[in-house]
C-alpha cells in the first residue's frame, strides 16, 4: 500500500498552509518554493480542495488561499477524500465474500489486508492539520 504523490503532496501543501496562514492569504507559489511542490501541480490539488470546500481563495495582490475552517477541525482523512485519494490494501471490495484472487472464495489473507486498511484510515481520521503544525516539522 502506497500513497501516490497526490495526498501526499495534499497534506504537505495543506500544513504548510496551516502553518503560514497569519490571517493573510498565502500564494501557491510560496508553498511551491517551501515544499518543493510543482506549481502547476499545486494548483491542481487546490482546485479539488477549494471544491471540498478546505480552503478558499482571495484574489488580488496579495492574493492566495487560506483554510476554510480551522487546522484543528481539518482532518487528514477529509483531505485524502478531496484529491480522491483512496488508501486501499486488498484488491476487491471491502468486506467482500467474493474473492480479490480471481477465486470463489477470499485469498487467505484478505481479512488481514481489510483489517489493516481500516486501521490506516481510523489514523487518518484522527489526525488533524493542527496535529501537523504543532510538530514542527515543515520548512521555512
Known sequence: MK????????????ADLAKFNLNEPVSL?????RQGISLVYLEQLFSKL???QIVSSV???????????????????????AVDEKVKTVG???HSDSG????????????????????????????????????GNLNG
Open 100 to 135: 480479490c484472487n480471481g477465486k470463489s472464495s477470499k485469498c487467505i489473507t484478505h481479512d488481514l489486508w481489510d483489517e489493516l486498511e481500516d486501521y490506516i484510515n481510523n489514523f487518518f481520521q484522527q489526525k488533524t492539520l493542527r496535529d501537523l503544525v504543532d510538530r
Open 59 to 81: 484574489r488580488g495582490n496579495r492574493g492566495g488561499y487560506i483554510l476554510s475552517k480551522q487546522a484543528s477541525e481539518i482532518k487528514i482523512s477529509d483531505v485524502l477524500i
Open 3 to 14: 500513497l501516490s504523490s497526490k495526498g501526499r503532496y495534499a497534506v504537505m501543501a495543506l
Open 29 to 33: 507559489r510560496d508553498i511551491s518554493l
Open 92 to 94: 476487491c471490495e471491502k
Open 50 to 52: 477549494k471544491k471540498s
